[in-house]
């Protein structure tokens, strides 16, 4: 199982991430996610992984990963990694 999104998900904080254009959010739901969304409590939050322009990233793209709820408007602040990013470096 990779573990890109959750080491994204701890890189908040790079500011105007711009989703792509020709990017269509993929939204998944999360095995074994048990924290419920903070604002109404619905416990199916999902998993949204866009491809954003982010000139503090190395190549200026990358890719967006955040939670939001599917019944309020609620969304996590978006976790970033670039695409051609090296993994398991730890
Ligand atoms: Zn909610």
Redesign the pocket.
Known sequence: MRDDATAALREYGLPDSEIRGDSIPVAKSVPGMKTP?P????ES?MQITVQINQPLLRGGTGTGVYLG????P?ASPMGCSASQKKENES
């Open positions: 969304c604002n109404c409590g619905c939050v709820c599917p019944a309020c609620w």
